[in-house]
Nanobody, 112 residues
Framework: QVHVTESGGGLVQAGGSLRLSCAAS????????VAWHRQAPGKQRELVAR???????TYADSVKGRFTISRDNGNKRVYLQMNNLKPDDTAVYFC??????WGQGTQVTVSS
């Protein structure tokens, strides 16, 4: 079984920044697509950002211009840089490798 692990969540004030990191037990670089999803209380799970082996990226409209997904192939990690955070960004953020392997999530809380 592939184990996916996220880190970097925390509590920040609105307008602040966080960088989330994702790693996989077999190496995140082996997956042709890695995505970040988020789940907020009372809301449906949302695709936040996705990156492919060719480094093509997609973003949800709600985060476009504020979040950046990137791949660190040398260190076998995928990052989600989150800038200008808003309270609506509060959620558990999940890294999803290959559309099938989910991490346990990391909590991001943005205060007003």
């Amino acid at each position: 079984q592939v184990h996916v692990t996220e880190s970097g969540g925390g509590l920040v004030q609105a307008g602040g920044s966080l960088r989330l990191s994702c790693a996989a037990s077999i190496g995140i670089s082996r997956f042709n697509a890695v995505a970040w999803h988020r789940q907020a209380p009372g809301k449906q799970r949302e695709l936040v950002a996705r990156i492919t082996t060719g480094d093509a990226t997609t973003y949800a409209d709600s985060v476009k211009g504020r979040f950046t997904i990137s791949r660190d192939n040398g260190n076998k990690r995928v990052y989600l840089q989150m800038n200008n955070l808003k309270p609506d960004d509060t959620a558990v953020y999940f890294c999803v490798a290959g559309n099938s392997y989910w991490g346990q999530g990391t909590q991001v809380t943005v205060s007003s």
